[in-house]
């Protein structure tokens, strides 16, 4: 069993560590981190912090997909609080006041539990309106202050914009409100003869931990839900985007490698040929490429495709003029079927599973490491001479790029686009637009600590 906790301002990772020695702690969760987990049934992912701003949240549905493999996902104190309250019938466990309130309906907006944070260390830099509203709440119960004077101070502490909401705006706002004055006054005396209490997010946080290091987490039961319509091909998309083959390894999502090996492996076009043919026919994997041609074949025929019912310049879209003279019209029809069929990362979700895209990668390439590569030299250039960053390559120079890796000229576009179709993309031009991201790395262009030649660029 692993443990994961999404944490920052809240709660730091060494306090964590206090409690959980044994869990792995990751900056506040965005769109994207839990696919990047590689989970497995039993594993627990604690949510306690997240991003929404700028940054994608973590989306609904990919919480549901780790319920949906028998992952237990608590959630508690800020972004794990809005999603449990939202997903606690589906299995998400909440944890806490804030939760609670969230659940109930109580309190709603985000910006409850929104603070600014520094960078880096992830230190708050301003107060959650969360914590003024359960504090004063608390002050109210203590008698130290009076329901209207907190509803006065809530009301102050709400207009403020999340960012600014400090202990200092907050005296500032109230500066020339001699009543609300004094009852900052009474409630900052009230709150230093408490020096036991901590803010209810933090609190809420280490309820969340101490439930799953005392071992009263119960497993989440998908079973009412997760066989029903509700996985789409966008979360099909997520997973082929940010699901990473090898999570030891560093986080190279799989479409990377996928996207690297298209390009680069020469081996590649005889495994997407018989990851075409064998989706066509709804075939698996590991059936033998003879049977799975030979039914690929039959399927074509049965559902009114041959090579004959095709016009000469229908065939010569799909087929060079060597092919249509030399090969058989079977191997023109499978030429054709495995040319027609796509692999594209942001569409079509029978093809980008995870399971295709991880028999489409070879695994003994260590394709993880060249793409990360790649991706070092391109952030460099992009720091020291943005004008050279890889958006700004020349497309012929791409052109010329894969056209020797494929033993293709360059200058024949019929034959680019053959081969390109060959290795699953829809034609030389989007075949060139992937190449951008692996170009300087790949061609040996930009030699370590040297800065890009001109010629490369516009």
Not at 112 to 121: G, L, N, S
Not at 347 to 356: D, F, I, P, S, V
Not at 404 to 426: E, I, K, P, S
Request: charged content about 25%; glycine content about 8%; hydrophobic content about 45%.
């Amino acid at each position: 069993m692993t443990v994961h906790v999404f944490c920052g301002p809240t709660i730091g990772a060494e306090q964590v560590g206090r409690i959980l020695p044994e869990a792995h702690t990751h900056p506040p969760v965005r769109h994207g981190d839990l696919l990047a987990l590689g989970c497995a049934a039993g594993d627990i992912v604690v949510i306690i912090d997240g991003v929404f701003h700028s940054t994608p949240p973590v989306r609904h549905k990919e919480i549901l997909l780790l319920l949906a493999e028998g992952v237990s996902v608590v959630g508690a104190s800020s972004m794990g609080a809005l999603r449990a309250a939202e997903l606690y019938p589906f299995g998400m466990r909440g944890v806490g006041r804030i939760f609670e309130m969230y659940r109930d309906g109580r309190i709603e907006a985000d910006d409850e539990v929104a603070v600014a944070h520094t960078p880096d260390d992830l230190r708050p830099l301003s107060v959650p309106l969360v914590d003024v509203r359960i504090r004063l709440g608390d002050a109210v119960n203590a008698a130290a202050i009076g329901r209207t004077e907190a509803d006065r101070l809530l009301a102050v502490a709400r207009e403020l914009y999340y960012p600014a909401r400090t202990p200092r705006a907050l005296a500032d706002a109230v500066a020339d409100d001699a009543s609300l004055r004094d009852a900052v006054d009474r409630m900052t005396h009230w709150r230093n003869d408490r020096p036991e209490a901590v803010d209810a997010k933090y609190a809420d946080a280490v309820e969340a931990l101490r439930l799953v290091a005392d071992g009263r987490l119960t497993p989440p039961d998908p079973s009412e839900w997760a066989g029903t319509s509700w996985r789409t091909t966008q979360i099909e998309q997520w997973i082929t985007r940010f699901h990473v083959r090898r999570p030891g390894a560093g986080r190279i999502p799989v479409v990377a490698e996928l996207q690297h090996q298209q390009l680069y492996d020469p081996g590649f076009p005889a495994r997407w040929r018989h990851a075409a043919l064998t989706w066509i026919t709804g075939g698996s994997p590991g059936d033998d490429p003879a049977v799975i041609e030979r039914r690929a074949i039959e399927t074509a025929r049965a559902g009114g495709l041959d090579r004959g019912s095709l016009d000469e310049e229908q065939a010569q879209y799909w087929l060079s003029p060597q092919e249509i003279h030399g090969l058989s019209e079977d191997e023109q029809l499978l030429h054709i079927l495995v040319r027609s069929a796509r692999f594209d990362a942001a569409g079509h979700a029978r093809l980008t599973t995870l399971a295709k895209t991880a028999f489409l990668i070879r695994p003994d390439l260590d394709s993880a490491a060249a793409v990360a590569a790649a991706w070092s030299v391109n952030d460099a250039v992009a720091a020291t001479a943005p004008h050279r960053a890889v958006h700004h390559l020349r497309q012929d120079l791409l052109r010329a790029h894969i056209a020797d890796r494929w033993g293709v000229v360059a200058m024949d576009g019929h034959a680019l686009d053959a081969a390109a179709r060959d290795r699953g993309f829809l034609d030389a031009a989007a075949a060139i637009e992937v190449a951008r991201a692996f170009f300087l790395h790949a061609s040996g262009a930009v030699p370590p600590n040297r800065d890009p030649s001109p010629a490369l660029t516009d």
